[in-house]
């Protein structure tokens, strides 16, 4: 099968010779004319009338969209998510931000700019074109320089063409020919564009999510892990017994705790209420009282739970003749060593808080074994 | 009034007026391309080997020691409070800055459209590329734990927390990596029709495919350069304003502090002029190296380094104002402290090194009024040399000398560098020449193709002038 | 309007304006005379400053396609004489508007510790000398590029080569002092470093602006045959370039001193942001930097007479801006602007004017002495 014609090239000695073959060559040609130079020649652009290149506008836009991006970007991390301040500056410090903003802004213009004109403008990588196999290429990149008349799809008069250019000055002519289609690898640009960042977007976030997975804790970073000191919750066999974690040593006492050293309830006898009978001290006790001691000994104190569920042990009726002979200090160790089935409340309250249930008890005693004598005459019935 | 034109034979011109050739003798697209990529293909002389295997060991040392330090701490270094940076950010400015002065040669001389440019661009630029990769290395290393280093970088996280964008630390990691990618996009850029000729060129198999993949399958079409020009140059003026906003955020990590001698506000442009400075006495020693050895004496001509001696001198006085500026605002502020710093910086216990940096950089290039010094290897270098160590000890009097005696008087501190602070300076060194070595035999050291594209005839008439 | 016709206008512009001017002195204060008088006369100062800068710095890098347009701010230079007058007649506002003449203030360690450099007769040496130095520059950059018209003797241009980078010295040194000494003096307690290169750059630019709308209101009336478009193009991509310088040094100097929030060097900006102050700065930052910025960005906007015409006016314009905003807040009168600032603008505007159209007649439009006049012209991008 004879292959159809890809281009007709002229090539000429000097770029002065190029210029002047090309107003010669375009006015008699319908096909598109191409030059291949080992330099820009000035004035091509206009000769060939090829449309100014769009690089500038892409680049502008670009880089409006980097300064943009940087400085809300910026102003949304140190503003808004995790505001910090720091050197006294306010956390909106635009004035700060700005030396990101322009490099940022650079990066996304340069880039734009080279890789844009590159992959986008100019197609390129693309191995596959028919100059890249030519005897001229290598003229082309030394030193010569050649006007194409590419078929672009159309049938051309080559013998018409080579003639037109002899006569236009050039001294050698070399046509190519289309090369064989590829078949199922579909040289589709941009399949080949899109399929490429995929790819590379796919690899970056696999490999980034292993590296900084795996990295720090790879040899010799993980040294920092591997410290010789004291972890807390682990053995260590700096100790006989290969506890970390140790008591603390005996007769410690935590901060701002008193001891109580009585151990039996008789010799609790001595200690006296220190706290006066004012209203406050009364109402503070009503309402520890009611917290934690009417759940079993009643809101009454009279032994009779608020409890529903069966619970074994029989509450202490604490407004009964016993109790109210109890002297306070014995009401108090039973609060903090507890008795029986009654654990001890000391974790519950505080010295201050204990005494004043103390003070509350002793107010139902009252209340629960009031004579007629104790109401005042006013409300008398 | 009338207006005429009064034209003057080129050899009527005084001496002085003459515009010299770009390139000597007779240059064209062929002989250039014999001259720069067949080095390229061919086996390298044994001086290149020699060189590199020196090259090598020192940055193995250097290497082996940063090693060291990762393994065993930053104690290893003379660090320590209150001179909390010493070699290490010293090395960092030093490295990047010397990377500047690539992208002023590629970028904003072509913006100027200086002649002079081509010759030496794509080597300054591979120098950038190569500098800023050594510098990145050092505020790598002098974090306590390097592998976390992509802390910096912000990604959403299980700790819910974002780097410190207002920290000039932070202001770096974004300003260092754009300008590498952005000094390697432009130098890839550039390569991609030298790769097409290299490509073309070759008779290895192995070699084609390896240039064939590198250069995109270009074939230099004129609807392809039309787009490529526009990018390029867009790039280059983007490019320019990078220069002076990297090394102007690496002057903030100083100058937004309260350190005396720290905080002036002359630090951003002075900065970017002392790295234009630096960065130039690298390209100097660099292109004396590369004209002398690979006999491009024809391409990188006298006027060609002329021109890069006279930036030099031009610098040097720029660092004269900066430095008479910060003497004189330090006295103006009548703020005991920034007195006091500057009353150490010249008679401290780091006088010496202050000295150094005065005479390296300020005295030492005056040399280059002279005509006949701006065009002599010797004075050349020496120059070269004298600004590379000035520049260093300057980095090394603002941070060390600064820091070592600040408010407290109990925290005042004699700093000394370890054996491993200076293995590791020397290793930059090593790793900088060994990429520059791996360079020059793989890739073409001047850009042919910008170069063919300004030869004499190369462009059509009445298309092409040029700002000299 | 006719030549003599436009003269009688501004002369009697000026006439006016100067009586204006003196009523100001004795109806709203002798301050507010000579904050009108300092901020016009270093307004022009530094254009004509800006202007030698440009003819120096183009005969350093031996640029040829400037040459057509050389004389423009060759002859724009002239106002840097003129102004060198007033500044020898604002001596006078030194015990006015500057704190440290007035010894009760010497008490201040923050002020009289300067004594030894702010004190009147130093200062006014150092008036003295850079006015001399200007006239010393001024005399060999353009009286000898005016002669070198009839002599076409092309050893100007080596004299010229050989003193440019010594002035570059001589003009970063006395711009540095002119900053210093009468505006940021005027709070002698506040330093900033970069003040001399912030104030370099608003004079470069507005150099820049001001020989583009020289060079475009020449062209206009045909006086420029062969300035194409191409020479345009880099007027206007220079003052793009330092657009950007400008903006980059004045926020580089508010960062630092934000940042690091230095009362002794804060309270100058805390003064010019609050209040009217702060949305004048707001306009400086849109008219000086943003509106211009974009305008210029894309490549045909250099080189389009009807742009760059608007954007040299507005650049001028954002010019006294920028040193209003610098100089009045020390009235402490917030906001002003009334029939001083008009007459003194009719004043300075109108004499100005007048200076430069007699600076207009010497010499040829273009250096017709030049050696590089023909290339110059053939220069095309």
Same mark, same amino acid.
Request: proline residues 6%; hydrophobic residues 50%.
């Given at each position: 099968?004879?292959?159809?014609?890809?281009?007709?090239?002229?090539?000429?000695?000097?770029?002065?010779?190029?210029?002047?073959?090309?107003?010669?060559?375009?006015?008699?040609?319908?096909?598109?004319?191409?030059?291949?130079?080992?330099? %820009?020649?000035?004035?091509?652009?206009?000769?060939? @009338?090829?449309?100014?290149?769009?690089?500038?506008?892409?680049?502008?836009?670009?880089?409006?969209?980097?300064?943009?991006?940087?400085?809300?970007?910026? +102003?949304?991390?140190?503003?808004?998510?995790?505001?910090?301040?720091?050197?006294?500056?306010?956390?909106?410090?635009?004035?700060?931000?700005?030396?990101?903003?322009?490099?940022?802004?650079? +990066?996304?213009?340069?880039?734009?700019?080279?890789?844009?004109?590159?992959?986008?403008?100019?197609?390129?990588?693309?191995?596959?074109?028919?100059?890249?196999?030519?005897?001229?290429?290598?003229?082309?990149?030394?030193?010569?320089?050649?006007?194409?008349?590419?078929?672009?799809?159309?049938?051309?008069?080559?013998?018409?063409?080579?003639?037109?250019?002899?006569?236009?000055?050039?001294?050698?002519?070399?046509?190519?020919?289309?090369?064989?289609?590829?078949?199922?690898?579909?040289?589709?640009?941009?399949?080949?564009?899109?399929?490429?960042?995929?790819?590379?977007?796919?690899?970056?976030?696999?490999?980034?999510?292993?590296?900084?997975?795996?990295?720090?804790?790879?040899? %010799?970073?993980?040294?920092? +892990?591997?410290?010789?000191?004291?972890?807390?919750? /682990?053995?260590?066999?700096?100790?006989?017994?290969?506890?970390?974690? /140790?008591?603390?040593?005996?007769?410690?006492?935590?901060?701002?705790?008193?001891?109580?050293?009585?151990?039996?309830?008789?010799?609790?006898?001595?200690?006296?209420?220190?706290?006066?009978?004012?209203?406050?001290?009364?109402?503070?006790?009503?309402?520890?009282?009611?917290?934690?001691?009417?759940?079993?000994? @009643?809101? +009454?104190?009279?032994?009779?739970?608020?409890?529903?569920?069966?619970?074994?042990?029989?509450?202490?009726?604490?407004?009964?003749?016993?109790?109210?002979?109890?002297?306070?200090?014995?009401?108090?160790?039973?609060?903090?060593?507890?008795?029986?089935?009654?654990?001890?409340?000391?974790?519950?309250?505080?010295?201050?808080?204990?005494?004043?249930?103390?003070?509350?008890?002793?107010?139902?005693?009252?209340?629960?074994?009031?004579?007629?004598?104790?109401?005042?005459?006013?409300?008398?019935? | 009034?009338?207006?005429?034109?009064?034209?003057?034979?080129?050899?009527?011109?005084?001496?002085?007026?003459?515009?010299?050739?770009?390139?000597?003798?007779?240059?064209?697209?062929?002989?250039?391309?014999?001259?720069?990529?067949?080095?390229?293909?061919?086996?390298?002389?044994?001086? *290149?080997?020699?060189?590199?295997?020196?090259?090598?060991?020192?940055?193995?040392?250097?290497?082996?020691?940063?090693?060291?330090?990762?393994?065993?701490?930053?104690?290893? *270094?003379?660090?320590?409070?209150?001179?909390?940076?010493?070699?290490?950010? #010293?090395?960092?400015?030093?490295?990047?800055?010397?990377?500047?002065?690539?992208?002023?040669?590629?970028?904003?001389?072509?913006?100027?459209?200086?002649?002079?440019?081509?010759?030496?661009?794509?080597?300054?630029?591979?120098?950038?590329?190569?500098?800023?990769?050594?510098?990145?290395?050092?505020?790598?290393?002098?974090?306590?734990?390097?592998?976390?280093?992509?802390?910096?970088?912000?990604?959403?996280?299980?700790?819910?927390?974002?780097?410190?964008?207002?920290?000039?630390?932070?202001?770096?990691?974004?300003?260092?990596?754009?300008?590498?990618?952005?000094?390697?996009?432009?130098?890839?850029?550039?390569?991609?029709?030298?790769?097409?000729?290299?490509?073309?060129?070759?008779?290895?198999?192995?070699?084609?495919?390896?240039?064939?993949?590198?250069?995109?399958?270009?074939?230099?079409?004129?609807?392809?350069?039309?787009?490529?020009?526009?990018?390029?140059?867009?790039?280059?003026?983007?490019?320019?304003?990078?220069?002076?906003?990297?090394?102007?955020?690496?002057?903030?990590?100083?100058?937004?502090?309260?350190?005396?001698?720290?905080?002036?506000?002359?630090?951003?442009?002075?900065?970017?002029?002392?790295?234009?400075?630096?960065?130039?006495?690298?390209?100097?020693?660099?292109?004396?190296?590369?004209?002398?050895?690979?006999?491009?004496?024809?391409?990188?001509?006298?006027?060609?380094?002329?021109?890069?001696?006279?930036?030099?001198?031009?610098?040097?006085?720029?660092?004269?104002?900066?430095?008479?500026?910060?003497?004189?605002?330090?006295?103006?502020?009548?703020?005991?402290? #920034?007195?006091?710093?500057?009353?150490?910086?010249?008679?401290?216990?780091?006088?010496?090194?202050? *000295?150094?940096?005065?005479?390296?950089?300020?005295?030492?290039?005056?040399?280059?009024?002279?005509?006949?010094?701006?065009?002599?290897?010797?004075?050349?270098?020496?120059?070269?040399?004298?600004?590379?160590?000035?520049?260093?000890?300057?980095?090394?009097?603002?941070?060390?000398?600064?820091?070592?005696?600040?408010?407290?008087?109990?925290?005042?501190?004699?700093?000394?560098?370890?054996?491993?602070?200076?293995?590791?300076?020397?290793?930059?060194?090593?790793?900088?020449?060994?990429?520059?070595?791996?360079?020059?035999?793989?890739?073409?050291?001047?850009?042919?193709?910008?170069?063919?594209?300004?030869?004499?005839?190369?462009?059509?008439?009445?298309?092409?002038?040029?700002?000299? | 309007?006719?030549?003599?016709?436009?003269?009688?206008?501004?002369?009697? $512009?000026?006439?006016?304006?100067?009586?204006?001017?003196?009523?100001?002195?004795?109806?709203? $204060?002798?301050?507010?005379?000579?904050?009108?008088?300092?901020?016009?006369?270093?307004?022009?100062?530094?254009?004509?400053?800006?202007?030698?800068?440009?003819?120096?710095?183009?005969?350093?890098?031996? &640029?040829?396609?400037?040459?057509?347009?050389?004389?423009?701010?060759?002859?724009?230079?002239?106002? &840097?004489?003129?102004?060198?007058?007033?500044?020898?007649?604002?001596?006078?506002?030194?015990?006015?508007?500057?704190?440290?003449?007035?010894?009760?203030?010497?008490?201040?360690?923050?002020?009289?510790?300067?004594?030894?450099?702010?004190?009147?007769?130093?200062?006014?040496?150092?008036?003295?000398?850079?006015?001399?130095?200007?006239?010393?520059?001024?005399?060999?950059?353009?009286?000898?590029?005016?002669?070198?018209?009839?002599?076409?003797?092309?050893?100007?241009?080596?004299?010229?080569?050989?003193?440019?980078?010594?002035?570059?010295?001589?003009?970063?040194?006395?711009?540095?002092?002119?900053?210093?000494?009468?505006?940021?003096?005027?709070?002698?307690?506040?330093?900033?470093?970069?003040?001399?290169?912030?104030?370099?750059?608003?004079?470069?630019?507005? $150099?820049?602006?001001?020989?583009?709308?020289?060079?475009?209101?020449?062209?206009?009336?045909?006086?420029?045959?062969?300035?194409?478009?191409?020479?345009?193009?880099?007027?206007?991509?220079?003052?793009? &370039?330092?657009?950007?310088?400008?903006?980059?040094?004045?926020?580089?100097?508010?960062?630092?001193?934000?940042?690091?929030?230095?009362?002794?060097?804060?309270?100058?900006?805390?003064?010019?942001?609050?209040?009217?102050?702060?949305?004048?700065?707001?306009?400086?930052?849109?008219?000086?930097?943003?509106?211009?910025?974009?305008?210029?960005?894309?490549?045909?906007?250099?080189?389009?007479?009807?742009?760059?015409?608007?954007?040299?006016?507005?650049?001028?314009?954002?010019?006294?801006?920028?040193?209003?905003?610098?100089?009045?807040?020390?009235?402490?009168?917030?906001?002003?602007?009334?029939?001083?600032?008009?007459?003194?603008?009719?004043?300075?505007?109108?004499?100005?004017?007048?200076?430069?159209?007699?600076?207009?007649?010497?010499?040829?439009?273009?250096?017709?002495?030049?050696?590089?006049?023909?290339?110059?012209?053939?220069?095309?991008?």
């Amino acid at each position: 099968m004879s292959n159809q014609i890809f281009s007709v090239l002229g090539l000429f000695d000097s770029a002065q010779q190029l210029m002047d073959a090309i107003p010669v060559v375009k006015p008699k040609v319908k096909a598109r004319l191409d030059a291949y130079t080992p330099y %820009p020649i000035h004035g091509m652009e206009e000769a060939l @009338g090829l449309r100014k290149s769009p690089v500038g506008g892409m680049v502008f836009v670009m880089g409006l969209i980097g300064a943009i991006a940087t400085m809300a970007f910026e +102003l949304w991390t140190e503003g808004m998510d995790y505001p910090m301040v720091t050197a006294g500056k306010p956390a909106f410090s635009w004035q700060a931000f700005v030396p990101i903003m322009f490099e940022v802004t650079v +990066l996304f213009a340069c880039f734009t700019s080279g890789l844009g004109m590159l992959f986008l403008l100019n197609r390129l990588p693309f191995f596959r074109h028919p100059m890249l196999h030519s005897k001229s290429m290598p003229l082309i990149t030394r030193d010569k320089f050649a006007l194409a008349v590419e078929a672009d799809g159309q049938a051309l008069d080559v013998d018409a063409i080579t003639a037109l250019l002899r006569a236009a000055g050039a001294r050698t002519i070399e046509v190519l020919e289309q090369p064989a289609p590829l078949g199922l690898i579909s040289p589709n640009f941009l399949f080949r564009v899109v399929a490429g960042i995929a790819v590379s977007c796919f690899v970056a976030g696999y490999l980034t999510y292993w590296g900084v997975k795996l990295f720090p804790v790879a040899i %010799p970073m993980v040294h920092m +892990l591997d410290q010789p000191r004291l972890d807390p919750q /682990r053995e260590d066999n700096f100790f006989k017994d290969g506890f970390g974690m /140790r008591m603390p040593v005996a007769g410690t006492v935590a901060r701002g705790r008193i001891p109580f050293t009585i151990r039996k309830q008789d010799d609790a006898s001595i200690l006296m209420n220190p706290l006066p009978r004012t209203d406050d001290v009364l109402k503070k006790g009503r309402q520890e009282f009611t917290i934690y001691c009417s759940v079993c000994h @009643g809101i +009454l104190g009279n032994g009779v739970p608020s409890l529903t569920a069966a619970y074994g042990a029989k509450p202490a009726n604490l407004v009964s003749q016993q109790f109210r002979d109890y002297p306070d200090g014995k009401i108090y160790y039973t609060i903090v060593m507890g008795k029986n089935a009654m654990p001890s409340y000391a974790a519950d309250l505080s010295e201050d808080e204990r005494w004043s249930v103390v003070h509350y008890v002793r107010v139902l005693q009252r209340a629960m074994n009031a004579k007629d004598t104790d109401i005042p005459k006013e409300t008398r019935k | 009034m009338n207006s005429e034109t009064f034209p003057l034979p080129q050899d009527m011109l005084p001496e002085a007026l003459k515009t010299p050739p770009v390139t000597i003798g007779p240059v064209s697209p062929a002989s250039l391309d014999e001259q720069v990529l067949a080095p390229v293909e061919r086996k390298p002389p044994l001086a *290149w080997f020699i060189a590199f295997a020196c090259t090598s060991a020192v940055m193995l040392l250097g290497i082996s020691l940063i090693g060291y330090t990762i393994a065993t701490g930053i104690g290893v *270094w003379g660090n320590n409070i209150p001179v909390a940076w010493a070699f290490d950010i #010293i090395n960092f400015v030093f490295w990047i800055g010397i990377g500047h002065a690539g992208t002023l040669i590629s970028a904003i001389l072509l913006l100027f459209r200086a002649r002079w440019r081509n010759a030496v661009s794509r080597f300054a630029e591979a120098m950038t590329i190569f500098a800023v990769m050594v510098a990145g290395l050092f505020p790598l290393i002098h974090v306590g734990r390097p592998w976390l280093a992509f802390w910096l970088m912000p990604y959403p996280n299980q700790r819910g927390i974002w780097p410190n964008f207002r920290s000039p630390l932070i202001w770096d990691v974004f300003a260092v990596s754009t300008y590498f990618s952005v000094s390697l996009l432009f130098w890839y850029l550039g390569l991609v029709p030298d790769l097409a000729s290299l490509r073309d060129r070759t008779k290895s198999k192995l070699r084609k495919f390896f240039y064939a993949m590198l250069s995109v399958g270009w074939r230099g079409s004129a609807s392809h350069w039309r787009h490529f020009e526009r990018a390029y140059l867009i790039i280059a003026g983007i490019a320019t304003g990078l220069v002076l906003s990297v090394h102007s955020v690496v002057s903030f990590d100083f100058a937004v502090s309260l350190v005396p001698g720290w905080h002036m506000t002359i630090f951003p442009p002075y900065f970017v002029t002392g790295a234009i400075f630096a960065g130039f006495a690298m390209v100097v020693m660099a292109m004396v190296m590369v004209r002398t050895t690979m006999k491009l004496e024809n391409l990188i001509t006298m006027y060609h380094l002329e021109v890069m001696n006279k930036i030099i001198l031009t610098c040097s006085c720029l660092m004269g104002y900066a430095y008479l500026m910060e003497g004189f605002t330090a006295w103006y502020s009548m703020n005991k402290f #920034i007195h006091h710093t500057f009353w150490q910086y010249i008679a401290g216990d780091y006088r010496v090194e202050c *000295w150094l940096t005065i005479v390296c950089n300020i005295v030492i290039p005056q040399l280059f009024w002279v005509r006949r010094f701006r065009r002599n290897y010797f004075t050349m270098i020496l120059v070269a040399l004298a600004v590379t160590t000035g520049m260093w000890f300057e980095r090394f009097v603002i941070i060390v000398s600064s820091l070592h005696q600040d408010y407290m008087p109990s925290a005042w501190f004699i700093y000394k560098p370890t054996l491993v602070d200076l293995g590791i300076l020397a290793g930059s060194f090593g790793l900088f020449f060994t990429l520059v070595l791996i360079f020059a035999r793989v890739l073409p050291v001047i850009a042919t193709t910008e170069m063919k594209s300004v030869l004499p005839g190369a462009q059509p008439r009445h298309a092409g002038g040029s700002l000299e | 309007m006719s030549e003599s016709g436009t003269t009688r206008v501004l002369a009697i $512009g000026a006439a006016a304006g100067l009586a204006g001017a003196a009523a100001t002195g004795f109806v709203s $204060g002798w301050d507010r005379f000579w904050a009108n008088w300092n901020l016009w006369f270093l307004f022009l100062l530094t254009i004509g400053l800006g202007c030698l800068f440009i003819v120096a710095l183009e005969h350093v890098v031996g &640029a040829k396609w400037s040459v057509p347009l050389r004389r423009v701010p060759e002859r724009l230079a002239s106002l &840097a004489p003129l102004m060198g007058l007033a500044a020898l007649l604002a001596l006078v506002s030194l015990p006015v508007l500057y704190p440290w003449t007035i010894p009760k203030n010497l008490k201040d360690p923050a002020i009289g510790d300067k004594a030894v450099w702010l004190n009147v007769p130093f200062f006014a040496i150092r008036v003295v000398a850079c006015v001399c130095l200007w006239m010393l520059a001024y005399r060999l950059f353009v009286s000898g590029s005016i002669r070198q018209d009839d002599d076409k003797d092309p050893r100007f241009n080596v004299r010229a080569r050989r003193f440019a980078p010594v002035f570059m010295i001589i003009f970063g040194i006395t711009i540095t002092v002119v900053a210093f000494d009468w505006i940021s003096s005027l709070e002698p307690a506040w330093y900033s470093d970069v003040f001399g290169v912030y104030v370099f750059a608003g004079t470069f630019l507005a $150099g820049l602006a001001a020989t583009t709308l020289a060079v475009l209101y020449l062209k206009a009336r045909g006086r420029l045959p062969g300035v194409e478009p191409d020479h345009l193009y880099n007027l206007g991509g220079f003052m793009f &370039a330092f657009i950007v310088f400008w903006a980059y040094i004045g926020f580089a100097q508010y960062l630092l001193m934000w940042y690091a929030n230095m009362p002794e060097e804060v309270f100058w900006y805390r003064e010019r942001l609050q209040g009217g102050w702060g949305t004048l700065v707001l306009a400086l930052a849109i008219f000086h930097f943003f509106v211009p910025f974009l305008v210029l960005i894309p490549r045909g906007a250099k080189s389009a007479t009807r742009g760059l015409y608007w954007i040299a006016t507005l650049m001028l314009l954002a010019h006294w801006i920028d040193f209003y905003w610098m100089i009045f807040p020390v009235l402490g009168k917030g906001l002003i602007f009334g029939w001083p600032e008009l007459s003194f603008a009719a004043f300075f505007v109108s004499t100005g004017l007048l200076w430069i159209r007699r600076a207009m007649t010497r010499g040829a439009d273009m250096p017709v002495g030049d050696p590089f006049l023909r290339e110059g012209l053939e220069f095309r991008l």
